[in-house]
């Protein structure tokens, strides 16, 4: 059996609108991140994936299940949704008790499966509130809880953070880690892009319906060859260190830190740099720390997306 | 059909059985489903009414009457020899009438008129000149025949064509239409269940509660329809006239018209947006049935339903042949055959809003 999320070729448009196109993926386990602005097609591909709206043109797999099969393809697949509506009239607890029972499990085991849920998200003291008066975060939460009760391997989550606070939301990362760890897909769609850094495996950058990149951030940072690489050395002269590196072609910006303790150089040839860099420290200069500055998700998405678009 | 399906159809059921019974914008089917009731316990109440009044005219009179009594007064007999007869009215009304009697004479006299009960009836005698000039026989309380065609009329016109119908619309459509406007259809489509086994599930509940609100509302009416007679004519005409046999085949059409309407606007909320062309299309090809072909006849409900309605409506010489060709079922079929034809009819229904529901697209900023 397969263990990869692939899409083939997808693309899917709403009349004349495009919502993705041409998107080829094959997505191992792991926690894999969709970063893009408003509007590049990451609920679009989610819905995709899950099955509630069907591509145009491709195919989607999931672990091996096509999307237009829902009684085989839940009993695997969580999706916590965007959508912030709820069956009404439900408790917090009827809300994924109710869910579990469309599964066809018997009450006592959907009852427990739903107390386990709704402990994992930290919400067993709001359980039996009605949905309707729930804060954001509550929402939210109880959304997690339907999308992870009956521990699926593949977990497809909408901006899973939105709304949390920083508690809940160092918990619930913990939770993805930990089920990452077990193996399981985490697919997650985020704007807040330190969050992605923290969390993923590896990301998928869409814009405007297109994946422009995909992969481990530092892969796709070295992919990157208009932008040069940045690179932070802390060192004792900075100065001298400058006057030196200037020396090499490669180099095109050197920088001062603002603290006067350190340097910021921007070359197109980093492993170049790194072996002059050797030299240049046998030479007397003491070298503190050297570290990439610039492949991070933030400046991925600004140097793919455009810097008008980053959300921080 | 396995046993995890008939679980997930359960579990469908009960989330939708509260939704559709105590949905707020459901009120209006429960008015149209009671608004007959209104008439027939109003018609119930103003009958016992009238009886009471009766009972009281007859305790007055000052001897007893019968209704033969009355036949023995005849215009131009002298009012003593009335009360003679009858003995003193128990009421008298008079007034001063006119009567032109010439271009430019009008004559003023006193007319009175002496009022009777007896039996069934209250007699009116009108005096004048001392004279009797006429007499007239009011009949209380209704007949069973006569009742049972006012419920046939009502029933053929008003609740299966537009109560039940509406009824339907109103609680069919909303079961996936409801919910893509609510945003919360995903709830069902996220879950290992397959999507037709959802929409059975939904239709089902749908089917359960019209089921219920509009057999209730029925069997009140009928209730209410019988329950001014005397208990032993009552139970004469339920156990040996056909009208226990009458009550269970309007339950039954009542039911059958749910299954069929329902299935026709559940396939109508999942192909349209707006209910109001596809109810006014199934109102006018409803309403057309009369005069279609043979063949497209049996492709509405009303054909068969009203071939299971067990009084007929009749038709007087005067009425004009459009409105008899609504009334009449000039092509009827065995009952069997009709209950078989709805079934057949909804199941057609339902199997086509399968493929529709199995493609079906969240997208819910679209709606």
New interface residues.
């Given amino acids: 059996m397969n263990d990869r999320i692939i899409l083939e070729d997808v693309s899917k448009f ?1 009349g004349e609108v495009l919502g993705v196109n041409r998107v080829n993926l094959s997505i191992p386990p792991g926690i894999s991140s969709l970063v893009g602005p408003n509007g590049s097609g990451k609920t679009t591909l989610m ?1 995709l994936m ?5 591509p145009t043109r491709g195919r989607i797999r999931i672990l091996d299940l096509g999307t ?1 099969e ?6 695997i697949v969580g ?1 916590c ?1 965007q ?7 439900l408790t917090g607890y009827q809300f994924v008790y ?2 579990l ?4 499990h018997d009450s006592r085991i959907a009852e427990e499966m739903a107390w386990r849920a709704i402990e994992r998200v930290n919400l067993v003291q709001a359980a039996g509130r009605k949905v309707a008066g729930y804060s954001k975060g509550m929402r939210q939460r109880i959304r997690l809880a339907q999308a992870l009760c009956h521990d699926p391997r593949v977990l497809i989550l909408d901006e899973p953070l939105n709304g949390l606070d920083p508690l809940v939301r160092a918990e619930t990362i913990a939770v993805f880690r930990s089920l990452a760890a077990q193996g399981c897909h985490i697919i997650i769609s985020s704007h807040i892009l330190h969050e992605v850094e923290v969390i993923s495996d590896q990301v998928i950058l869409l814009s405007n319906g297109y994946v422009v990149a995909e992969g481990q951030i530092q892969g796709v940072r070295s992919e990157i060859q208009e932008h040069p690489m940045q690179i932070l050395i802390r060192c004792d002269r900075p100065g001298e260190l400058a006057s030196q590196v200037f020396q090499s072609a490669h180099i095109v910006e050197a920088r001062m830190h603002t603290d006067g303790r350190g340097l910021l150089i921007k070359t197109r040839d980093p492993d170049q740099f790194y072996l002059l860099l050797n030299r240049i420290a046998l030479n007397g200069i003491a070298v503190e720390s050297v570290a990439p500055a610039d492949d991070d998700v933030n400046s991925v998405y600004e140097y793919l997306i455009g810097s008008e678009e980053v959300k921080r | 059909m396995n046993r995890l399906w008939w679980k997930q159809i359960r579990a469908v059921i009960r989330l939708e059985m509260k939704k559709t019974f105590f949905a707020k914008r459901g009120i209006w089917i429960y008015l149209l489903a009671l608004a007959p009731l209104v008439l027939f316990a109003g018609h119930a109440i103003e009958t016992a009414r009238h009886r009471q009044a009766l009972v009281r005219l007859i305790s007055q009179n000052e001897k007893p009457l019968a209704e033969q009594d009355f036949a023995a007064i005849t215009p131009g007999m002298a009012q003593e020899e009335v009360v003679e007869r009858l003995g003193n009215p128990p009421v008298r009304n008079s007034w001063k009438a006119r009567r032109r009697t010439g271009p430019d004479s009008i004559d003023v006299f006193m007319r009175e008129q002496y009022h009777y009960g007896a039996g069934q009836s209250e007699f009116f005698v009108e005096i004048e000149h001392g004279k009797v000039a006429a007499i007239h026989r009011r009949q209380e309380g209704c007949d069973f025949g006569q009742d049972s065609i006012i419920f046939a009329s009502v029933f053929q016109f008003f609740y299966l064509r537009l109560a039940i119908f509406f009824g339907c619309l109103g609680i069919f459509m909303n079961l996936f239409r409801g919910e893509l406007l609510d945003k919360s259809l995903h709830f069902y489509f996220l879950a290992p269940i397959r999507r037709e086994i959802v929409m059975i599930g939904k239709y089902l509940a749908g089917l359960i509660a019209a089921t219920i609100i509009f057999t209730t509302s029925t069997a009140l009416q009928m209730v209410a329809l019988g329950w001014h007679f005397d208990p032993n004519a009552l139970s004469t005409y339920l156990y040996q006239n056909h009208g226990l046999a009458h009550a269970t085949a309007y339950l039954g059409v009542t039911a059958l018209a749910c299954l069929g309407y329902g299935s026709f606007f559940l396939a109508a909320g999942l192909l349209f947006r707006n209910p109001i062309w596809p109810a006014a299309a199934i109102l006018l090809w409803e309403g057309l049935n009369p005069f279609l072909p043979s063949l497209l006849k049996k492709l509405s409900v009303i054909y068969y339903l009203k071939s299971l309605c067990p009084v007929e409506i009749p038709v007087g010489p005067g009425v004009p042949p459009v409105f008899a060709l609504l009334v009449s079922n000039a092509d009827p079929i065995a009952a069997p055959l009709a209950v078989f034809g709805v079934i057949t009819v909804a199941l057609a229904i339902l199997l086509a809003s399968s493929y529709q529901v199995r493609r079906m697209e969240i997208n819910y900023t679209t709606e």
């Fill in positions: 709403y819905n899950t099955g509630l709206i069907r237009d829902p009684e085989k393809l839940f009993k999706y949704t959508f912030d509506s709820f069956p009404k009239g109710s869910y029972q469309l599964f066809g």
